[in-house]
């Protein structure tokens, strides 16, 4: 079975600011990564997603994750962060396009 | 495509209720999913279907809950007699079985609560 585990539950980072959103896994078999994000009373939306090539992904907003294979990690980044970045932002992990396993979840605070 | 649509966007109801959440998937989908949010739980997987068969349903807490899918359009999530405990937000997402893409894509939710 796959599992996700973000370890910060909440960033709190100033605008301009560069930051780091972190996700690690754990799969017997190779796996597909992803990020989405949930603004207030909104549904997930994809960020971005790894699924085989480049281990560095470009997403939407200005974010890239880098896929470490050996570190089985994920970790979002973004060199400089707005306001309206601010969000929670999922984790999942699939084996497939069936059953995406979410992480917890962190909430990214973007203050002036 | 409007995206997948979800009905009613906000439920309240009284403890011991039928509740019935809807979802209308992204048109040639072949994959549905409903999802629930909590914040002690976080997004948990209730249950999936593929061309309208539940494929996975090991995340249906109770036998409170049950899914359907008569048709490649529309899903329904009820549960019978509801709980405070089950006040959440309720996801449904869609998704395409299509050479690489995987992405799966979210309603808006239902927010139900259960008083």
């Known amino acids: 079975a796959q599992s996700v585990t973000q370890l910060d539950s909440q960033v709190p980072v100033f605008e301009e600011a560069p930051v780091e959103l972190r996700c690690n896994y754990s799969s017997s078999v190779s796996v597909y990564l992803f990020w989405y994000v949930q603004y207030p009373n909104q549904g997930l939306q994809l960020l971005l997603k790894y699924l085989s090539g480049s281990t560095l992904v470009k997403g939407i907003n200005g974010f890239e994750a880098e896929f470490n294979k050996s570190q089985t990690s994920f970790h979002l980044r973004k060199p400089s962060v707005h306001i309206s970045d601010t969000a929670e932002y999922f984790c999942a992990v699939s084996t497939g396009f069936q059953k995406l396993v979410f992480g917890t979840g962190t909430r990214l605070l973007v203050s002036p | 495509d409007a995206g997948v649509i979800q009905s009613p966007r906000h439920e309240v109801t009284e403890m011991g209720q039928e509740v019935t959440l809807r979802c209308k998937p992204i048109s040639g989908h072949d994959y549905l999913f409903w999802y629930r949010q909590t914040m002690m739980r976080g997004l948990e997987l209730l249950i999936y279907?593929?061309?309208?068969?539940?494929?996975?349903d090991s995340g249906m807490p109770e036998d409170r809950f049950s899914a359907k899918m008569p048709n490649a359009s529309f899903s329904t999530l009820k549960i019978q007699p509801s709980e405070p405990r089950d006040s959440a937000v309720y996801f449904c997402?869609?998704?395409?079985?299509?050479?690489?893409?995987?992405?799966?894509?979210f309603g808006q939710g239902t927010r139900l609560t259960v008083v």
């Open positions: 997402a869609s998704s395409a079985r299509r050479s690489s893409n995987t992405e799966a894509f």
């Open positions: 279907f593929n061309n309208n068969v539940p494929i996975d």
